[in-house]
């Protein structure tokens, strides 16, 4: 019985690190998202010659390195 009991912590536990794994892979790959999301609207505003944008943007940017 003890045994059961102790294959059936670690089965939470690998669930648990399973579920934090993909929550951290997750949360790098909006990052990401955004990130390139920012560099593109800077491109962007960099050919429009948009220099407010391209400030904000690049501040934003910083923000989320």
């Given at each position: ?9 670690d ?55």
């Open positions: 019985m003890e045994n059961n009991v102790l294959n059936g912590m089965r939470i536990d690998a669930n648990l690190r399973d579920g934090m794994l993909a929550e951290l892979f997750l949360n790098q790959m909006m990052d990401d998202f955004k990130r390139n999301k920012i560099l593109e609207e800077i491109d962007q505003s960099l050919k429009n010659k948009d220099k407010e944008a391209f400030l904000r943007l690049t501040e934003e940017l910083k923000s989320t390195s």
